[in-house]
């Protein structure tokens, strides 16, 4: 009987921890995928998305930190709805914080945001995010109004 070498044990415990890693990863995605359904199915209940003046709305009620609250303490991680100003993509509802602690509604997503081109072409953007200093395994989506232009996006994320 041969005997198992060093390097063939390494190779197996190499493998061995990628795929642990690796499930670890789609277990951060599968928290993210939650969040965002449920984050879609709670304005969904509201009524078709639109803009009036610079405020999102979800049929009659106008966003507030309510909704992002609510899917935030059922399935963690934070949340952001977005509403589209021009080519910027603007907080109106939050559990973000800022680096000081404070609320970030009402600050723009980063111009450097991966997600931002994604958005802009009304695409889905999954990746890292890094959101006031601290980063996130994310989801963006966009928001789409009855004519399917972009008014806005959805976004969760994890900490990483």
Do not use: W
């Not at 996130?136 to 969760?156: Q, T």
Request: one cysteine or more; charged letters at 20%.
């Amino acid at each position: 009987m041969k005997r198992i070498g060093p390097s063939f044990l390494l190779t197996v415990c190499l493998l061995a921890a990628s795929l642990v890693l690796s499930s670890v990863g789609n277990a951060q995605d599968a928290r993210d995928t939650k969040a965002m359904s449920a984050l879609k199915a709670e304005t969904a209940k509201l009524g078709a998305p639109k803009i009036q003046g610079s405020d999102l709305y979800f049929g009659n009620t106008k966003v507030s930190a309510d909704l992002v609250d609510a899917v935030v303490k059922k399935n963690g991680g934070v949340a952001t709805l977005f509403a589209k100003s021009g080519d910027q993509y603007v907080r109106v509802a939050t559990t973000v914080k800022k680096e000081d602690g404070t609320s970030a509604v009402g600050t723009a997503l980063d111009a450097n945001s991966h997600a931002l081109a994604k958005l802009k072409n009304g695409e889905a953007y999954y990746g890292d995010a890094t959101v006031f200093g601290k980063t996130y395994v994310a989801e963006y989506e966009p928001i789409k109004d009855a004519s399917g232009a972009v008014i806005g996006a959805y976004f969760v994320g994890y900490p990483k």
